[in-house]
C-alpha cells in the first residue's frame, strides 16, 4: 500500500474504535444538500455543522451547481432532500484559469489522445466570486429539476478565516 | 434564514472561533485526492483520516468517477495531486434503482419539461458494490485523462461499522 493508503487504514482504525452511528438511515435526517469545493481546505462537516446523517455532502472543482446537477436530482427527487445550500469559497482554483488554459495543460501534459477523450468538456471555472455563486443560483433556480419548494441559497466561505 | 441555514451560520461560529488554519495553501500538501458518495453516513475527513489542506475531496451520487472525470482532471493536470482513492460504501441508494425508475419519479414528479431538461442524462447506478468499484477502477485506468503515473486504488466503506 501506499503512503497514503496506509494513512486511511491507520487513522480510520482510531475513527472506528469509537464510531456509534451504524443504526443512521439512508435518507439524510434533516433532509439538505450541500454543495461545495473539493478544495483541500474545506472540512464541510466541521465548518458547516453538519452532524453524520443530517445530510448530503456534494463535492466537484468549483462547487459547480452544473456539474452536480445528477446528483442534486437524486438527493431532492429520489432521496427526498429539500434544501440546498450552495457554498463557493475565497482562494479557489476556478478562480485562476480559462478553459483554454485547461485544455492547453491537458494537451501538453498528456497529448491529443487526451485532448479527444476531452470533447467538449467544460472545465466551468469562473472569473469572479460572487458572480459565480450568483450564476449557479440563477442555473438551479431556472432548472426544471429543481422546483420551487426546494429552498435553495448561496454562500462565500473564507478559507482565510473560515467564516461564511 | 432558515433552519438549516441558520444552523450553518451558529456551528460555523463555533468552528471559527478556534481555527488556526487560515495560512494552508491551495494546492494539496499531501498530494492526492478522494472520490466518495454523498451519502450522509460519510464524514470523509474524520473516517479516511484526512487533515485540513492534505487532499482534495469530491463527492456526489455514488461516488461515480466518471460524473467526476472534470474534477479529477483538474485535480490532477492543474493542481498536482498524485493518487486517487475511490471510496464507495454499503447500503448505497445508487444500488436500490435503475435509470429508467430515477428518469419515471422525475417525471411523475416534476412532468415533461424537466425530462426533456434531463435529456440522455445517466444517472449512474450500478446493481452491485464491488463491480462498481472495480467499473470506476477499469475506466480510470482506461481514460487518457489519468496517466499512469497516478496512483488509484479502490475501498468499500461499511456504513454500518465505519470501516473500509
Known sequence: MSTIQDNLVSK????????????LALLPAKKYTV????DARIDPAAAFGIDLGD?????????????????????????????VLLVKHTGCGMLTFKNEDARGIVHKNLGDPAVKELGDLDFLPFPELEGGV???????????????????SGWVYEVETSKP
Open 134 to 152: 450568483k450564476d449557479d443560483l440563477a442555473y438551479l433556480r431556472g432548472s426544471k429539476l429543481v422546483p420551487d419548494n426546494i429552498t435553495l
Open 55 to 83: 445530510a448530503h455532502v456534494i463535492r466537484n472543482a468549483g462547487g459547480s451547481a452544473r456539474d452536480a446537477i445528477r446528483s442534486i436530482v437524486i438527493s431532492e427527487q429520489l432521496l427526498g432532500t429539500k434544501e
Open 35 to 38: 454543495v461545495t469545493c473539493m
Open 12 to 23: 480510520n482504525k482510531q475513527y472506528a474504535a469509537s464510531f456509534d452511528k451504524g443504526h
